[in-house]
């Protein structure tokens, strides 16, 4: 058998990742209005509806980045399946020394480039059409396309 990587040990690579933009939702408290508080006889109080809860996080878009350093591949780790009766998907991951080799983290083949260059026009790909316009996100990158 022979296995054939991408990338070898001691290739320096740029690395590309995902961040969420977590969104806040009012909570739309009737009895405190989204102030958290309440006030009884001259005294203020945590609300006892929402606990002082005048919103909540929610997932938001997904961008993809350049992450901010590039590393030397130090680990490769491959796994292999039989197509006859597993499929045959593969999977080859990379651990880098800016990341951590051994306890690090293991990156996608997939999101492994040889340039910042490289990554960067990959990123763009993957955004390209991510964004919705009436997304906050999208709004406050400036309508990107």
Known sequence: M?????YN????????????????VPTNCPVCKDTGEVLIQDKHYTCPECNGRTYHIKD???EYYVTGREGIVGKIDIDLYDKTRY???S?????????GVGSGTCWEEKNLFAS???????????????????????IQKGGRD
């Open 2 to 6: 022979n296995i054939v990587t991408k």
């Open 9 to 24: 040990f001691g290739d320096v690579v740029r690395p590309i990742s995902t961040r969420r933009e977590e969104v806040r």
């Open 60 to 62: 938001g878009d997904i």
């Open 87 to 89: 499929g045959g998907k």
């Open 91 to 99: 999977e080859i991951r990379y651990m880098l020394d800016s990341t």
């Open 116 to 138: 910042r260059e490289e990554a960067q026009i990959e990123c763009d790909i993957r955004n390209k059409g991510r964004y919705e316009p009436s997304s906050e996100h999208y």
